[in-house]
Every structure is written in C-alpha cells, then in structure tokens.
C-alpha cells in the first residue's frame, strides 16, 4: 500500500543532471503515468481520503450535469431550434457520448483528481496540460457561477407560489440584466461551499439525496406535461433549419456539462479503475434520456415561440396544463434543489481540479492545502467558492453559458486526442475500459467537438481568446517555472 505522507521518488528523468533543457523541451515535459497515480491522494499536510462508491461517483457526475441545462437554458435553447430542441439535445449528447468514451478509458487508466488535466500532462506534457487545466477552470469554475445565476430564477418562481413575495430585481439581477448584484447565485454558492467543506463522504451523502429529488421532480414534469400536449404545437419541426439545430445544440451543449465529475474524484473513489469508466457511462445515459423526454413534452405542451425570454419555462408548463399553480410550486422547489445540486457537484469538481494542479506546481499551493480532520482541502474550496460567487453575482448567464461550453469543448477535443496518444505509446498498460471502434472513436469525438465550438458566436470566441491569453501568461510566468518537473531538473 502507498504511504500518502511521502512524495513519490523523482524519477531518473526528472532527476538527472546535464545541460539545462531548452525551452521547447521544458514545455513538452510529460508526467509518467505512474508518477501520476503514485501521488494519487497526496496534498500539503494531509491526504484525501477514499470513500466514495461507484453509486455516489454517478451521483456527481448526475448532480454536475442534470440541471441549469434542462430547468433554465432550455428557454435559450428553444428559439434557435424550434420544436427540434429535442434534436439539438441528441446532437450535444452525441458529442458527449464520444468524449464520454474517451474520459472513461483514461479514468479507469489514470484515476487521479485532475481528470483530462492529468491525462494531458502524461500524453502531451506540460504546456498543453497547462492549457487543458486552463480550460477546466472555465469549465467547472465559471459554470458553478452560471448554473448559480439561474438559481435564483426558480427560487423567485417558489417565493412568489408559496408566499407571493419575490426578491426585488436590483439585488437578483447582475449589472446588465436590470440589477446591481445577483445575491440569490452568491449565496447557493456559499452554502455549497458550506457543505464541501464536511469532506468528500459528507457531501457525497448530501448530493444522492438532492440528485434524487430533481430526478424525481423531472419524471413528475414529463407525466404531468404529457396530458399538455398538442400535435400541432411540433409544426413546423425545425422552422429555422439545420442551422438553428445546430446553433441550439452547441447552446445545449453546456447542459452535458459536467457528465465528467466522478473523474475528478479519482483519488476519492473507493476502486477508481473499476467504478470510474461505469459512472461516467451510466450518468450519461441517464440524464440523455432524462432530457430528451423533457424536451420532447415541454415544446409539445408549449408552443416554441413562447420559451422566449423565459428562465423558469418548466414550471409554466406545469402551471398551463394543470391550471393549478400548486403544480407550478412543486416544479419551482425541485428545480431550486436540482439547480442548487449541480452548484454543489460542479464546485467539487472545480477544487479536485485545481488541487491536481497545485500538487504540480501549476498554481499555488494553498490551492493543495489538505485539512487533515476532514480530509478536505478547505482552504481551496474556500478560495475558489468566493471567485464563482464573485461571477454569479455580476455576470450575466448567457455569457457564463456559452463561454463555459467552448472551454468544455477544448477540454473534451484534447481528452480524444490523449486516447489515441496514449494507446500508441503505452499500449502495454492495463486498462479496464477501452474505447470501442478505436481509433474512429475519439476521432469523431474531437471533430464533433470542434464542430460544436465552430458554431458558438463570436464573442464567446472572443472571451475564450482573452481567456486563453490571460492563462498563457500566468503559465509563463508562475508555472514554467515552479513546476515540480521544472524543480527537479534543477
């Protein structure tokens, strides 16, 4: 059994003396896969424990994915796509499925908490990891703070159905929308910290019970929205074409966000090689078939032109076709649940990330910090939290939502790519899930992923530049060199 109070040795790689690597050859540096795992668990002062079974790892890819993406961007969705919706939202699962595939053999190859971060740092070395992980902030960070954002739509619609109050406009809605701060999205994202901060079982515990309620709440919309339907209501199918599917899809394609959480808690699982690749694959199914039923009921009960401008479309439907609000109340409690799930799954996801990082050197090492009562690394939840509460509180969703989509996308493009790479150079290693029909597999799962980000507007390409260059130069200037591959050449 590893000792987690000890770094692993250095390998002679790492170690060895002789002229000082060029600047091409320090960025190329890979992690050996065996060194990866080695220091699977390890933080400053502690180590994470594990805990988590196969049951609780499908919950947090569940409770990561199943939310903002069906309960709130449906409403963006819809006007692109038409009754098609349904369409875009088998579109954007495919382009996960590809990928999905991908995260599962490299899970069940390299279960460590850094997810495709990690697989890049052993596949294609340091800079691209560095970018891989840069895209993952965007992916987890910025997407707790979006999913956040719609939080308080749902919890305005439960205010005003149970007590006819609802939070004034100026303090939940960020600068843009009609307000100065969105303070509902700030404290779901507290109280999620709150939580996360118990350690990885407590929470685990904590997230199967709220997963529960919103799949519960979602079978309870698509019988009662059933009896809501009109045939004429999916005519025209697809008004705006293939392009406004597609349009859509990349839009949707934030609701698959996070199908790849239980990888992050690699170092946390119980069997990591056995329990990854079967929770990624099961909570993929699960919320594709969940969103498509819902897709296909709420534009056949509501006619596709008036989800236009509306965050909350669920519990209207549920209100029309009842006539009853007491329906549309229910529906609004278990999205405010549902939603507050995702914040809470998506913000692990985030703090394994950046402690995968912070373990390399990549970024601070408080960040890698493990309270050793709890297990947890407290004082990066604690870190990162007060950023995303920070983002949900004075950005406005639309923004979050697609500039989070194209850093998934480019997360998911290199995990391909990572598959094919490491087959080749290391096809002695075990692995308990291969990718089928490889190497056509990951192959169209990167080009379905650059397919996606092709077709997201201009100014996401824009905020995913700036992104991108602020990244590369804090890399340039931190990471190059206190990186523990750049220390140990020393």
Request: hydrophobic share 55%.
């Amino acid at each position: 059994m590893l000792d987690h109070g000890t770094a692993p040795p250095v390998t002679p790689q790492q170690g060895a003396t002789g002229p000082k690597p060029g600047l091409g050859a320090r960025l190329m540096r890979r992690k050996p896969v065996e060194t990866l795992v080695a220091e699977g668990g390890q933080g400053e002062g502690g180590s994470l424990r594990r805990s988590l079974t196969m049951w609780q790892l499908t919950m947090i890819s569940i409770g990561a994915t199943l939310g903002t993406g069906i309960f709130v961007v449906l409403g963006e969705a819809t006007p692109l796509a038409g009754p098609a919706v349904a369409i875009s939202f088998v579109l954007a699962g495919l382009t996960a499925l590809f990928s999905a595939l991908s995260y599962a053999e490299l899970a069940g190859s390299i279960p460590v908490s850094g997810s495709s971060y990690s697989y890049a740092y052993a596949t294609m070395g340091e800079l691209v990891a560095w970018i891989c992980g840069w895209c993952l902030v965007l992916e987890y960070g910025v997407s707790v703070a979006a999913v956040a954002v719609g939080w308080g739509e749902y919890l305005n619609e439960l205010l005003d159905g149970t007590m006819g109050v609802t939070i004034p406009g100026s303090i939940s809605a960020p600068i843009g929308e009609g307000g100065f701060v969105n303070l509902p999205a700030l404290i779901v994202v507290l109280l999620a910290m709150a939580f996360l901060m118990g350690g990885a079982k407590e929470s685990a515990r904590i997230n199967s019970i709220m997963v529960g309620v919103k799949i519960v709440t979602l079978l309870l919309f698509i019988g009662i929205g059933f009896m809501g339907i009109k045939a004429g209501n999916y005519a025209p199918l697809a008004p705006l074409g293939v392009t406004g599917i597609s349009a859509a899809a990349a839009t949707l394609f934030f609701s698959y966000i996070g199908f790849d959480a239980a990888s992050t808690a690699g170092e946390e699982a119980k069997n990591p090689k056995r329990d990854l690749p079967r929770a990624i694959m099961l909570s993929l199914l699960i919320v594709t078939v969940l969103y498509c039923l819902v897709a296909l009921v709420a534009v056949g009960a509501m006619p596709w032109q008036d989800f236009e401008g509306t965050d909350a479309a669920l519990a209207q439907i549920m209100k029309d076709v009842t006539g009853q609000s007491f329906w549309g109340i229910v529906l609004a409690a278990g999205a405010v649940v549902a939603i507050a799930s995702v914040v809470f799954a998506v913000l692990y996801g985030q703090t394994r990330i950046l402690f995968a990082m912070a373990r390399d050197g990549l970024a601070p090492k408080v960040l890698a910090k493990v309270d050793a009562k709890t297990g947890a690394p407290r004082a990066n939840t604690a870190i990162v939290s007060v950023f995303c509460g920070a983002l949900a509180a004075f950005i406005p969703l639309g923004q979050l939502a697609n500039a989070t989509s194209i850093g998934t996308l480019f997360a998911f493009a290199l995990v391909n790519v990572a598959v094919i790479i490491l087959r080749y150079t290391r096809p002695e290693m075990n692995r308990t899930f291969k990718v089928m029909l490889f190497p056509v597999t990951p192959i169209l799962g990167f080009l379905f992923c650059a397919y996606m980000m092709y077709n997201l507007p201009g100014i996401t390409w824009l905020w995913f530049g700036g992104w991108m260059v602020a990244g590369l130069v804090f890399y340039f200037v931190y990471g190059l060199r206190r990186s523990r591959l750049a220390t140990a050449e020393k």
